[in-house]
């Protein structure tokens, strides 16, 4: 089986909210960026993959396996970062590790204690006395040490630093030299993904936008800018979305030489940003 | 090998790294024969992605200038010398078909070309 993640079809309703028709594949030995501004439906899909929440329809394969049939057996092979570390408040960081570690038979004591060391995390100290960032380094270090084949990381990056930031997207990089192992990481900081990411999935407001190679994107997607007398009505339908000012329009689409041949002169066309795309998507009632 | 990436040029990752390792197998920098990293450990130095660094082997692959044995690595392929000389002629006439666009486009005519080409030709030698 050479995914390590494949969804289909997959549906979570919530009063007010509906995650809908998800679907996305992650091969072994690549690094997926999930991405979407805040209430998009990220944290559901995770937690949708590891089974903390009911679905209501859908299929969810974890390296080939239902991820509900084999839920244990998955769980066990999935190194998971929360958004929001929990752990039990009074205890030590010692006491956390000892009660976690025998869960996973592949753990790894001395990697484990590695990472403590380069990351400068107090094993004595009480849980509830660290940093929002220490408390993720803490979580990272344990989701690290049992030689997990998928990383599942829900904001693994926020309230963290550039420096360590850099220091955990080049490990995951090492983490995939073993052409087995994936990562699927939620993020809203895009420039987490502009370097590594190979697949980016966006997705708003419930829904899939794209689930596409980052190469493709950074390739294909680009900004129009130009005079608003250049708009007409058949170029607008190639727009994904756009910004008008009294001064000109900025337009995002999803092929640039397409783009080219559709307005000969007088624009301007730049690759986009995934923040840029992020941004435009995310004004989608303005679509043409 | 060396490979520098500019994040603010035009021209895609994977383009820059084809033309770069291209061009030190022509100049015989990266000797026949050579191991090249793998992609994966490509991508983990220059912090890209996987994706980004096969696409550039494999377009490498197809225009032979390097052979993948399949769980083993990438190598240098042999470069046949008829095949060498040609690759770095075209170069040479890519460069002027450059030039003379260029040319082209500010109204040079081509005896003013050639004079300027004369020039630069005795200059370097």
Redesign the interface.
């Known amino acids: 089986m050479n995914n390590a993640v494949e969804i289909r079809g997959l549906r979570k309703e919530y009063k007010g909210f509906t995650l809908r028709d998800v679907s996305f594949t992650l091969p072994r030995g690549f690094i997926m960026g999930l991405i979407g501004p805040n209430g998009a439906g990220k944290t559901t899909v995770i937690k949708l993959i590891l089974n903390l929440i009911r679905r209501n329809a859908g299929d969810i394969k974890v390296f080939g396996l239902d991820a509900i049939k084999r839920e244990a057996e998955i769980k066990a092979r999935i190194g998971f970062v929360h958004e929001t570390p929990r752990f039990i408040e009074d205890a030590t960081l010692k006491d956390i590790k000892s009660a976690i570690a025998p869960f996973y038979a592949k753990w790894d004591e001395k990697l484990f204690g590695s990472l403590i060391e380069e990351f400068s995390l107090p094993l004595d100290k009480k849980f509830k006395k660290l940093s929002h960032g220490m408390k993720m380094k803490f979580q990272i270090a344990l989701a690290l040490s049992h030689d997990a084949d998928l990383l599942l990381m829900d904001e693994p990056t926020s309230g963290l630093d550039p420096v360590f930031r850099r220091e955990l997207l080049e490990r995951l990089s090492g983490l995939i030299q073993n052409e087995q192992k994936a990562v699927l990481f939620s993020t809203h900081i895009t420039s987490d993904l502009e370097r590594t990411a190979d697949y980016i999935t966006l997705i708003n407001d419930g829904e899939i936008v794209f689930s596409l190679p980052k190469d493709v994107i950074k390739e294909k997607w680009g900004i129009v800018k130009g005079a608003r007398e250049l708009l007409a009505e058949k170029s607008r339908s190639l727009f994904k979305g756009i910004r008008e000012t009294d001064f000109g329009f900025e337009a995002l689409i999803d092929d640039i030489p397409a783009a080219r041949k559709n307005f000969d002169s007088g624009v301007v066309i730049e690759r986009a940003s995934i923040e840029d795309i992020m941004i435009f998507m995310d004004k989608g009632g303005d679509r043409a | 090998m060396k490979v520098i990436i500019s994040n603010s040029s035009?021209d895609?990752?994977?383009e820059q790294i084809n033309r770069q390792i291209k061009a030190q197998i022509i100049s015989g920098d990266l000797a026949e024969g050579e191991a090249l990293p793998?992609i994966?450990?490509l991508?983990?130095e220059l912090?890209?992605?996987?994706?980004?660094t096969k696409?550039a082997y494999d377009e490498l692959e197809r225009e032979g200038f390097i052979n993948t044995v399949s769980g083993k690595g990438t190598y240098v392929a042999v470069q046949n010398q008829e095949l060498l000389k040609e690759k770095k002629m075209k170069i040479v006439e890519e460069k002027l078909a450059e030039a003379v666009s260029e040319a082209k486009m500010m109204g040079i005519g081509l005896d003013y070309l050639e004079d300027m080409l004369r020039l630069l030709f005795k200059e370097d030698q």
């Open positions: 035009s895609p990752i994977y793998s994966r450990k991508a983990q912090q890209i992605s996987v994706i980004t696409r």
